[in-house]
């Protein structure tokens, strides 16, 4: 078999050149993540931190840290990946359509929001915006002083 074919070189340089363009989208997405991150008042450099960028994001959008944990685990992290777009997107004032935009073509949005004139908001996460909110609403059965039901035991004397 002739593996001195001319084919072989051609076959080299075009992976070569979609190696050198990949990287170059790369180092724009992260350039943009790192304007981003500065917007927002976080650290730019944390951009480049594998899963300290994650970390980082999710503060930006206000959502408990505990989502790290989801956006590790196979199949789970697709979902909240997306959630977390959306969030993004929403705390610099744009729409689900730019959220979209954010997970189909990261490096056409993410420069248009890093590089661009969106502001940031602030958190966009309702946990951010409005505190705890308290599951019973205005019924909590453990905020009754004067209930005669909800009163410690007391032991007889004797």
Do not use: H, R
């Not at 927002?40 to 931190?49: F, Q």
């Not at 490096?107 to 309702?126: Q, R």
Request: with cysteine; charged share 10%.
């Amino acid at each position: 078999m002739d593996y001195n074919s001319d084919y072989s070189s051609v076959g080299t340089g075009f992976s070569a050149g979609m190696i050198f363009f990949w990287l170059a989208l790369m180092v724009l997405v992260y350039a943009s993540m790192w304007k981003v991150f500065v917007k927002a008042g976080k650290p730019g450099w944390a951009a480049i931190i594998p899963i300290y960028n994650l970390i980082v994001l999710i503060e930006i959008v206000g959502k408990p840290t505990i989502w790290i944990l989801w956006l590790l685990i196979p199949c789970v992290n697709i979902v909240f990946a997306i959630w977390l777009m959306n969030l993004v997107s929403k705390s610099f004032g744009k729409s689900e359509g730019f959220t979209v935009g954010l997970v189909i073509l990261p490096f056409v949005f993410y420069p248009i929001l890093g590089f661009g004139d969106a502001k940031y908001l602030g958190p966009s996460a309702a946990e951010a915006q409005n505190g705890f909110n308290n599951p019973f609403g205005s019924n909590n059965p453990f905020n009754k002083p004067n209930d005669p039901f909800n009163q410690p035991p007391t032991t007889p004397n004797v």
